[in-house]
């Protein structure tokens, strides 16, 4: 993708294309929990009632978890049966355990559909270079806007 050009059309493995972007740009980076009683964490006794807030961004880019963080790429799932329902705590889009994120299938349809749809009858332009800087808060959005213009399929 380059200026003013349109989409490149190449084939890619959806479940771990989904997995992928949901590593390196998941929806909420601070997911909490309340201590119950005191629990041992890092070196640390975190006493009972406290708040400890675990950080989903970082631990998706943390390099003693994965090989090259940074980097987008599908290997790191292709072969690798690393589960989104918050068993694998190094990776946690949905959160995890019984307050983990009941939305995850109708979630992961839901952006499908709409993509598929959305290139499927348009085709789309993008007149910007791509900005993928973040910015973060409970949940992460994009900085700069992504600007792309829709252009009418002509009909079959
Ligand atoms: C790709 C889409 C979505 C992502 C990445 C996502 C992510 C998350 C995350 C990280 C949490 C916190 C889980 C935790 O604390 O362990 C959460 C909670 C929650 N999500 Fe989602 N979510 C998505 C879609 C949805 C949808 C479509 C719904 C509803 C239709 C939904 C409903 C909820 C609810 C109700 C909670 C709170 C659960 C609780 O506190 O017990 N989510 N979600």
Sequence with gaps: MGNGRAFEKRNYDEESTKRETLRLHPLAAL???????????????????????????????NP????????FALEKFEKNPIDNKGLDFHYIPFGFGRRGCPG?????FAVEYLMANLLHWLEWKQPEELNMDEVSGFTIHEK??????PIPNSPP
């Design 31 to 61: 997911i909490y929990r309340e201590t119950s009683e005191i629990v041992k964490l890092g070196g640390y006794d975190i006493p009972p009632k406290v708040m400890v807030l675990m950080n989903s961004w970082a631990i998706h880019r």
């Design 64 to 71: 003693n978890l994965w090989d090259r963080p940074k980097e």
């Design 104 to 108: 995850l299938t109708f979630g992961l």
């Design 144 to 149: 700069n806007p992504l600007l792309l213009v």
